[in-house]
């Protein structure tokens, strides 16, 4: 088992920034491929980032456009997600996800998930 813990989120300006931390417990993390997730209201889950377990590289979804940036402290056990220059359309509740297997980042694929943290982006 693994145990994940979002925390950094809150509500925010358009324009500003906020780092999102997700604390990992459990099972070894620096084992797991970590990423994030949003959604708002009425909408799936949708995939926002990812850092492979091993090398750190990364994936994005293409809406991102390089704004959000993620991160990892396997001294830590933790994940990070840095976001600039936030809109509101980035307002959702960020999951935090950890997924054992390689290839895609979807919904159905991750085996743990935190508990969410709200990020709210006012115009």
């Known amino acids: 088992q693994v145990q994940l813990v979002e925390s950094g989120g809150g509500l925010v300006q358009a324009g500003g920034s906020l780092r999102l931390s997700c604390a990992a417990s459990g099972r070894t993390f620096s084992w797991y491929h970590m990423g994030w997730f949003r959604q708002t209201t009425g909408k799936k889950r949708a995939f926002v980032a990812a850092?492979?377990?091993?090398?750190?590289?990364?994936l994005y979804a293409d809406s991102i456009q390089g704004r959000l940036t993620i991160s990892r402290d396997n001294a830590k056990n933790t994940v990070y997600l840095q976001m600039n220059s936030l809109k509101p359309e980035d307002t959702a509740v960020y999951y935090c996800?950890?997924?054992?297997?390689?290839?895609?980042?979807?919904?159905?694929?991750?085996?743990?998930w935190g508990q969410g943290t709200q990020v709210t982006v006012s115009s």
């Open positions: 996800a950890a997924k054992a297997s390689g290839g895609i980042w979807s919904q159905d694929r991750v085996d743990y």
């Open positions: 850092i492979h377990w091993s090398d750190s590289s990364t």
